[in-house]
């Protein structure tokens, strides 16, 4: 499906206006982990639950899905968290993801499909697959996933508490180090220490953390080049 083009400030201010929304009803939202099974069940009403999706809908890769005149989410069974403890990151991810289409994609959804399908066998509005490869519509749910579970300032806390500062960090030399021992490509960063251990306080991939921190200047690739002014 075409969706509407969406600038990143757009979709940044979405997932801090639901977060901020969530806050005034249940609670604010100070520390990590961020709630997003309650966001999605209590704060907007969706119901939340797992299945075999790949079969179910006959297709490869499946991780999640939403019915959204429905108000239904699935989440495929392999990503299951008590079952499936290291899929934790992925869960939380996929869940955050079906959140942002809910946000972002249901009036144009809803609009698409014509009159509202309730029945107990409908075809969901969005499959989301696990692909190189992704629509734009992915790409906007994606985005958000990231700043709904990694919010700025949030992060920008937890990274002065655990470095003890605001300085970034920079990562050439771990990196290269870390790449030469798993014998990665140049291009293929591997996840870092602190991203690692950022990652646990919020509950999400190490490499889903280390993506964010890269954005927001927290760890740097590549040692930057000398000020003209330093």
Not at 34 to 45: Q, S
Not at 111 to 140: H, M, W
Request: charged letters at 25%.
């Amino acid at each position: 499906m075409h969706v509407k083009f969406l600038p990143e400030v757009h979709i940044e201010r979405a997932a801090d206006e639901l977060l901020g929304a969530y806050g005034l009803k249940f609670g604010a939202v100070i520390n990590p982990p961020v709630p997003v099974e309650e966001i999605l069940e209590c704060h907007l009403g969706l119901s939340l639950d797992f299945d075999d999706l790949p079969t179910r809908l006959g297709q490869s890769g499946v991780l999640g899905a939403i019915w959204v005149e429905n108000k239904d989410v699935l989440i495929d069974q392999s990503l299951e968290p008590t079952e499936h403890p290291r899929q934790e990151g992925r869960f939380r991810f996929t869940v955050a993801h079906e959140t942002g289409h809910w946000v972002l994609h249901r009036t144009q959804l809803i609009e698409s499909r014509g009159a509202p399908l309730f029945n107990d066998k409908p075809e969901p509005s969005v499959v989301c697959r696990d692909t190189a490869q992704k629509p734009p519509i992915e790409q906007q749910a994606d985005r958000f996933a990231g700043y709904l579970l990694m919010p700025k300032e949030m992060v920008k806390a937890q990274w002065a508490t655990l470095t003890g500062s605001a300085e970034p960090y920079v990562a050439e030399d771990e990196i290269k180090a870390l790449a030469g021992r798993f014998g990665l490509a140049e291009n293929d960063l591997p996840t870092v220490e602190i991203a690692k251990r950022m990652a646990a306080a919020f509950h999400v991939s190490g490499q889903a953390m280390q993506i964010r921190l890269i954005k927001l200047g927290l760890v740097l690739p590549k040692k930057p080049p000398p000020s003209l002014f330093g």
